[in-house]
């Protein structure tokens, strides 16, 4: 088999069905289906104010969702048919899940008073309650993975951003996630160092990684992406094979889309 015949016949990890959101009276997810399985890497791509980071603010907790079903792994993480009951995970079991869920955003928000060592070191330390000695080892080797073995003790203000960003790739992988968000990754860097964050995505999605990544970086979604989605207005317009969504978009709005970002 093929690592992507591979990749399609494995577990799901995250699988939404008719998922809606709203803000007050704002409806921002209006149904939204779609499942990611294990080693895969799906790109989400859309207009601006589409909702994709509120889906991925869902996946993660950040956000309840109103209607619909969300599983994460074997787990329905919240569900409220239309006037029905919602169903909640309970506390603890939301803080388990978030913690199998790493998040990297736009701005990479790293502690400013710590140094890059000490920003992926912390968590796993103070919130996984890993022994230090062996977090600040892994830690080293993480920095080593994304290309910033020599930057261990540089503090974030001493980073360029593409350096920043990936210092939050580190620190997100060092809590052992078994999925990764990426919400436009790579939108706050200059040009020339969008490559070098793709290019530790990319050793990641390598790796077997699982992976939703929303982005405008249409090379990206071509080479690395399994799966494309196209979402418009709350609600997946086109999805597919990326060479094929790219290649010959059915619907209208993904053909006017790509117009513009291509
Ligand atoms: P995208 O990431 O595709 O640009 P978002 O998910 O950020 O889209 O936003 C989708 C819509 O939801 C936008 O109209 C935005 O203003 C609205 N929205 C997002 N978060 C909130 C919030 N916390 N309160 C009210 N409206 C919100
Ligand atoms: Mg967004």
Same mark, same amino acid.
């Given at each position: 088999?093929?690592?992507?015949?591979?990749?399609?016949?494995?577990?799901?990890?995250?699988?939404?069905?008719?998922?809606?959101?709203?803000?007050?009276?704002?409806?921002?997810?209006?149904?939204?289906?779609?499942?990611?399985?294990?080693? =895969?890497?799906?790109?989400?791509?859309?207009?601006?104010?589409?909702?994709?980071?509120?889906?991925?603010?869902?996946?993660?907790?950040?956000?309840?969702?109103?209607?619909?079903?969300?599983?994460?792994?074997?787990?329905?993480?919240?569900?409220?048919?239309?006037?029905?009951?919602?169903?909640?995970?309970?506390?603890?079991?939301?803080?388990?899940?978030?913690?199998?869920?790493?998040?990297?955003?736009?701005?990479?928000?790293?502690?400013?008073?710590?140094?890059?060592?000490?920003?992926?070191?912390?968590?796993?330390?103070?919130?996984?309650?890993?022994?230090?000695?062996?977090?600040?080892?892994?830690?080293?080797?993480?920095?080593?993975?994304?290309?910033?073995?020599?930057?261990?003790?540089?503090?974030?203000?001493?980073?360029?951003?593409? =350096? =920043? =960003?990936?210092?939050?790739?580190?620190?997100?992988?060092?809590?052992?996630?078994?999925?990764?968000?990426?919400?436009?990754?790579?939108?706050?860097?200059?040009?020339?160092?969008?490559?070098?964050?793709?290019?530790?995505?990319?050793?990641?999605?390598?790796?077997?990684?699982?992976?939703?990544?929303?982005?405008?970086?249409?090379?990206?979604?071509?080479?690395?992406?399994?799966?494309?989605?196209?979402?418009?207005?709350?609600?997946?317009?086109?999805?597919?094979?990326?060479?094929?969504?790219?290649?010959?978009?059915?619907?209208?709005?993904?053909?006017?889309?790509?117009?513009?970002?291509?």
């Amino acid at each position: 088999m093929t690592p992507t015949a591979v990749r399609e016949g494995s577990v799901p990890v995250v699988r939404a069905e008719g998922v809606c959101k709203s803000f007050g009276s704002v409806e921002v997810l209006k149904g939204i289906d779609l499942t990611v399985r294990a080693g =895969q890497v799906m790109c989400l791509v859309g207009p601006s104010g589409s909702g994709k980071s509120t889906f991925l603010r869902c996946v993660n907790h950040l956000e309840r969702i109103d209607a619909g079903r969300l599983y994460v792994g074997d787990e329905l993480i919240g569900y409220a048919e239309r006037g029905g009951r919602l169903h909640e995970l309970g506390e603890k079991e939301v803080a388990r899940q978030r913690r199998a869920i790493g998040m990297v955003f736009q701005k990479f928000h790293l502690f400013p008073h710590l140094t890059a060592w000490e920003n992926v070191v912390e968590a796993p330390v103070l919130v996984n309650g890993e022994p230090k000695a062996a977090a600040r080892a892994r830690g080293r080797e993480l920095l080593a993975r994304v290309g910033l073995a020599d930057k261990a003790d540089s503090y974030p203000s001493q980073l360029s951003g593409g =350096q =920043q =960003q990936r210092v939050a790739i580190a620190r997100a992988l060092a809590m052992r996630p078994k999925l990764m968000l990426f919400d436009e990754p790579t939108s706050a860097l200059d040009p020339e160092l969008v490559g070098e964050v793709l290019d530790v995505m990319r050793g990641l999605a390598d790796d077997g990684m699982t992976m939703i990544v929303v982005t405008h970086e249409m090379g990206f979604a071509r080479e690395v992406g399994d799966a494309l989605v196209f979402m418009d207005d709350g609600v997946v317009v086109e999805s597919g094979r990326p060479a094929d969504v790219l290649g010959s978009p059915r619907e209208a709005r993904t053909r006017a889309f790509l117009r513009k970002v291509l």
